[in-house]
């Protein structure tokens, strides 16, 4: 069964520095992982999908990457505003198109202005 | 607005008395599916669905009954609800032919916070 850990389960920095949120998996046979936000009382929001075969995606100020072999993704938030303050989760999917999904426990993140 | 709207938002209710949660998504999406939200547990997966009348169980089903008679519509059904399926509840909604694209993202809903006493 695939068992997802997020470290650290919380963390908080100032305003400006580089977040660095860290995703590790224990069944490398997977087909993509994505990284989603929570905020406080509501639902999860997509922020990247990277397949199996690629290595990173990028969004914006936001970069995900990915080693299979090793069953780890990172998540890297540049420049950080008291904005990205939320918990992100790590999801993998090890089935086409998702049908499964197993998460990780969320990485809780405070920017403090 | 593309959403997927789920109800109650919250509810208290007591041991036993049957109760349903609706999840009605209005992007003509294929796949649904339950989650279940727990402290220290993470996000764990109830049921899904791939299309309508086509129902699987995902990692925790037990005590939840679903069913998939419309399109939109993905209701949870909790029989004889236990203090333990104290939760929180979201229900996400993807297209089902975009399996290696980056819109196969769920979508999900605002949450269901349920307590059984």
């Known amino acids: 069964k695939q068992e997802v850990t997020q470290i650290p389960a919380a963390l908080s920095v100032p305003e400006g520095e580089n977040l660095v949120l860290n995703c590790s998996f224990t069944?490398?046979?997977?087909?993509?992982l994505q990284w989603f936000r929570q905020d406080p009382g509501k639902g999860l929001t997509s922020l990247l999908l990277?397949?199996?075969?690629?290595r990173e995606q990028t969004s914006g100020r936001l970069n995900a990457s990915l080693d299979k072999s090793s069953g780890r993704s990172t998540l890297y938030i540049a420049a950080s505003q008291p904005g990205d303050s939320a918990t992100y989760l790590c999801?993998?999917?090890?089935?086409?198109?998702?049908?499964?999904?197993?998460f990780g426990k969320g990485n809780q993140v405070v920017v403090i202005p | 607005e593309a959403q997927v709207t789920q109800n109650p938002r919250y509810l208290i209710t007591v041991t036993g008395k049957k109760l349903t949660v609706t999840c009605s998504q209005n992007?003509?999406?294929?796949?649904m599916s339950w989650y279940r939200q727990d402290p220290g547990l993470g996000l764990r997966q109830i049921y899904y669905?791939?299309?309508?009348?086509?129902?699987d169980k995902g990692d925790v089903p037990e005590g939840y009954k679903v069913s998939r008679k419309e399109k939109r519509n993905f209701p949870l059904i909790l029989e004889s609800p236990s203090p333990n399926q104290t939760s929180l509840y979201f229900c996400?909604?993807?297209?089902?032919?975009?399996?290696?694209?980056?819109?196969?993202?769920?979508?999900f809903g605002a949450g269901s916070r349920l307590t059984v006493l």
């Open positions: 069944d490398s046979a997977i087909y993509n």
């Open positions: 992007m003509n999406h294929e796949y």
């Open positions: 999801a993998v999917s090890d089935t086409y198109g998702n049908n499964r999904l197993a």
């Open positions: 990277i397949q199996s075969s690629q």
């Open positions: 669905s791939m299309n309508v009348e086509v129902t």
């Open positions: 996400a909604s993807r297209p089902l032919g975009q399996a290696f694209s980056g819109a196969n993202v769920l979508t």
